[in-house]
């Protein structure tokens, strides 16, 4: 009994110990394959040039417009407005302004300007006639000069008291003469100031005659260059920006202020907003990927053509300050346009034959970085060396080319398990 219970005791350390190290193998095995594969999203290690990245957001600009202003005339009004964002043409009407007023007071002032060139033919007329009757009475007084000339001279060889009385007598004609020519004299100044001051009455309702019908004439506003027709936002009477409307018919608009503008679609940029950190890595001339919210199916070559040396503070709340870049589009789309927002990716290095594999597909062991290799039926740990870092993909040395990772923690994966 003793005999066989101690022979049944050795067999169960001995199946107890084969079990130990049986478990101790698997649990070696899976330790080093870390799990056998599952289904797990997994991508390929790629190898060629990786491209370090400086990701950013703006909005198109053009780099060149043409302003379109309202006319220096008062009290402007929209009468008709053509539409935003359509090509046009230059010299078309894009703008018609309400011209009843000024037709009404352009009639006032014909009608002005007729009466006081009625009025000033009339001073001129009656200048004539009055000029005309002063010579008749300066020639009777002249006339009559020279008749008491004559009798003073025949007075003489009458008699003495005859011929004083002669004297007297051309005395008198002598003095009418004189009162006469300073009447006329008078009545030439006169019809001469009265004259003027009538013409400068007609001219200054002739000038404002031509000045309505200027204004009339610029009612209409025709497009400066041939383009894409902008408008600007109306902020009159709003309290922020974001109450601002787009200008409608019946607007009431500033004497020669900035109503929109026709962009230069050949000079679009896009200008976008950079993090002080990434000042310092970005200089002109590098090569930009520009990808749009409206059109992601585009990838637009550009190339830095500007870079602002201090930082800006942003007019919009809360008030930040970042530095600013624009990066001109080498070969503009037609369906691009202004004000269209995305983001662009500056290249500010390039790696040749680099190993890059999805920042989703890197992972941290022990404070270093780590991939999960697909080796067999499972994956392995391999410890990497990062290179450079974009924000979805990451260079990196120590893994095979061509080899699978995953992307995801089969460590904590199988833990779930």
Not at 53 to 82: D, E, F, H
Not at 229 to 237: A, D, K, P, R, V
Request: charged content about 25%.
């Amino acid at each position: 009994m003793t005999a066989g219970w101690r022979r049944a005791r050795r067999w169960t350390v001995r199946i107890f110990v084969l079990a130990v190290l049986t478990g101790g193998g698997v649990a070696g095995y899976r330790y080093s394959k870390v799990q056998a594969r599952t289904p797990v999203p997994n991508a390929p290690i790629r190898e060629g040039e990786f491209q370090v990245l400086v990701r950013c957001r703006g909005a198109l600009i053009a780099n060149t417009s043409t302003g379109i202003y309202t006319p220096v005339v008062p009290n402007l009004r929209i009468g008709w407005l053509a539409p935003g964002g359509e090509f046009v043409k230059e010299g078309e009407t894009i703008v018609k302004f309400d011209s009843s007023t000024a037709q009404q007071q352009l009639m006032q002032k014909e009608a002005q300007l007729r009466q006081q060139d009625a009025t000033l033919d009339q001073a001129v007329a009656q200048a004539k006639i009055t000029a005309q009757q002063d010579q008749t009475e300066l020639a009777d007084a002249k006339f009559s000069v020279e008749r008491a000339k004559v009798e003073v001279s025949l007075g003489s060889i009458k008699s003495r008291i005859e011929g004083e009385q002669k004297k007297v007598d051309l005395g008198i004609a002598e003095q009418k003469l004189k009162v006469q020519e300073a009447t006329v004299e008078l009545h030439v100044a006169s019809s001469k100031s009265r004259i003027a001051s009538l013409t400068r009455q007609r001219d200054q309702v002739k000038a404002d005659v031509e000045i309505t019908k200027a204004r009339i004439a610029q009612m209409e506003l025709k497009a400066p260059a041939s383009g894409l027709l902008m408008f600007n936002m109306n902020y009159s009477g709003v309290i922020s920006s974001s109450d601002a409307r787009p200008f409608k018919v019946g607007d009431n608009v500033g004497s020669g202020m900035a109503l929109g503008l026709v962009p230069n679609l050949d000079t679009l940029l896009m200008d976008a907003k950079l993090e002080e950190a990434d000042r310092g890595r970005i200089a002109l001339k590098q090569d930009v990927i520009v990808r749009l919210d409206a059109l992601p199916e585009l990838s637009i070559p550009a190339r830095i053509s500007n870079v602002s040396a201090l930082a800006e503070l942003s007019m919009e709340y809360p008030y930040t300050r970042s530095f600013r870049a624009g990066a001109a589009i080498v070969k503009p789309d037609k369906r691009l346009r202004p004000d269209m927002i995305g983001g662009m990716d500056i290249i500010v290095n390039r790696i040749p034959k680099a190993l890059s594999i999805p920042s989703k597909a890197l992972f941290k062991r022990a404070g270093k970085p780590i991939v999960y290799v697909a080796e067999g039926a499972g994956y392995r740990a391999v410890e990497v060396e990062v290179q450079a870092r974009n924000p979805d993909e990451v260079a990196i040395t120590g893994a095979p080319a061509g080899a699978s990772v995953a992307l995801v923690d089969i460590e904590k994966e199988g833990q779930k398990k």
